[in-house]
T-cell receptor, first 118, second 108 residues
């Protein structure tokens, strides 16, 4: 099946620094990728939809200047958490829909990135 | 707005059958997904329903009634490794909205 990778899997940074998370579709092209955030024992919260070659679409309440998204190619989207603060500590997950099935249009998730801001 | 409800926690015995329900109220509907998520890991795809009825895939089955805004995930012959969180998600206009997940604990 389709594979989505994320890097890094875990990052610890100091407050005020910026952190970049990469999301790659390894064996398919993804014109659209999604970035989610998940708090402990909570469900996935969609942050933004990343569109290749155009600006990302942010969900209500998500600061676009805080969470910078770049989808420069059909296989790579990046999320940069700028000037990170402890409240940004969370599990960040990207996903993409694989066109491997006409009827399923399955959504595949990356393994996630655990961000801890000290 | 979008609203998806599922029970917070469920407990079942190894070898038994468990049904996890999901009700939804969304503007638009392009399909309902079930995912399994183990602690600290990303979700993995289990099933997809876009038409009413039952979809069976091995030990897992998923049912959908669009008129009732209702779905369930049925897990048979439960195994200890099935202990996980199960997420119901509805796809609308190219996005997926997730329920809060049901934490299933399988006991010996």
């Amino acid at each position: 099946g389709a594979v989505v990778s994320q890097h890094p899997s875990r990052v610890i940074c100091k407050s005020g620094t910026s952190v970049k998370i990469e999301c790659r579709s390894l064996d398919f092209q993804a014109t659209t990728m999604f970035w989610y955030r998940q708090f402990p024992k909570k469900s996935l919260m969609l942050m933004a939809t990343s569109n290749e070659g155009s600006k990302a679409t942010y969900e209500q309440g998500v600061e676009k200047d805080k969470f910078l998204i770049n989808h420069a190619s059909l296989t790579l989207s990046t999320l940069t958490v700028t000037s990170a603060h402890p409240e940004d500590s969370s599990f960040y997950i990207c996903s993409a829909f694989s066109p491997d099935s006409l009827s399923t249009d399955t959504q595949y998730f990356g393994p996630g990135t655990r961000l801890t801001v000290l | 707005g979008q609203n998806i409800d599922q029970p917070t926690e469920m407990t079942a015995t190894e070898g038994a059958i468990v049904q996890i329900n999901c009700t939804y109220q969304t503007s638009g509907f392009n399909g309902l997904f079930w995912y399994q998520q183990h602690a600290g890991e990303a979700p993995t795809f289990l099933s997809y329903n876009v038409l009413d009825g039952l979809e069976e895939k091995g030990r897992f089955s998923s049912f959908l009634s669009r008129s009732k805004g209702y779905s369930y995930l049925l897990l048979k012959e439960l195994q200890m490794k099935d202990s996980a969180s199960y997420l119901c998600a509805v796809r609308t206009a190219g996005k997926s909205t997730f329920g809060d997940g049901t934490t299933l604990t399988v006991k010996p």
